[in-house]
C-alpha cells in the first residue's frame, strides 16, 4: 500500500517539471519574437537616417517647413509650409498648424535657429526626421540650401 503514493507523487512532479518546461520555451519565444520585432523596427528607422538628402527627399511621403513662433517660454512649431505631399498621403496637419513634437522650450543663449524641416514617411504620414534651419540653409543636410530642397522635391515629382 506504500507504493500508490509514492508513484502518485512521482506523476505529480512529472506534471510540474513538464509545466515549468512548456513555461520556460513558451517565455524563450516571446522575448525571441519580441526581439524580432524590435530589431527590425529599428533597422528601418536607421534605413532611413543612412540615406543622402536626395534620396530622403525622393523616399518622404511629406516634407514641412515650420517657423518657431514664441509664445511665453515655449518655440512653438507651426507648419509654414508644406514642400512635398505625395498624392493620396493622409497627413493631419495644414500650413497655420501647431506641430507639438517639434516644439522646444526656449531657454537663454540657445539657439535652435529659424525653424525645423520635418520629414514623413508612408499614409498616414509618421515623422521620421527633424532637422533645423538657419536663414536658407538646413543644417542636418549639410547646410544645403531650402531652394535646393525645393528644387529636388520638382525634380524627383
Known amino acids: 500500500m506504500t507504493s500508490p503514493p509514492a508513484s502518485d507523487a512521482q506523476r505529480k512532479i512529472k506534471r510540474l517539471s513538464a509545466a515549468v518546461w512548456i513555461l520556460a520555451i513558451l517565455l524563450c519565444a516571446t522575448l525571441l519574437v519580441s526581439f524580432v520585432v524590435l530589431r527590425s523596427l529599428s533597422v528601418v528607422r536607421s534605413e532611413f537616417d543612412r540615406l543622402s538628402p536626395e534620396q530622403r527627399v525622393q523616399f518622404a511621403s511629406v516634407i514641412a517647413l515650420a517657423k518657431w513662433q514664441r509664445s ?86
Open 72 to 157: 511665453g517660454s515655449t518655440l512653438k512649431c507651426v507648419i509654414s509650409e508644406i514642400v512635398k505631399q505625395t498624392p493620396n498621403t493622409v497627413f493631419y496637419y495644414k500650413v497655420g498648424d501647431e506641430f507639438r513634437a517639434g516644439n522646444q522650450r526656449a531657454t537663454e543663449n540657445a539657439d535652435f535657429g529659424d525653424g525645423e524641416i520635418l520629414f514623413f514617411t508612408g499614409s498616414p504620414a509618421r515623422l521620421e526626421l527633424i532637422t533645423a534651419y538657419r536663414d536658407d540653409r538646413i543644417t542636418g543636410l549639410g547646410d544645403m540650401p531650402i531652394s535646393t530642397l525645393r528644387e529636388i522635391v520638382r525634380i524627383s515629382k
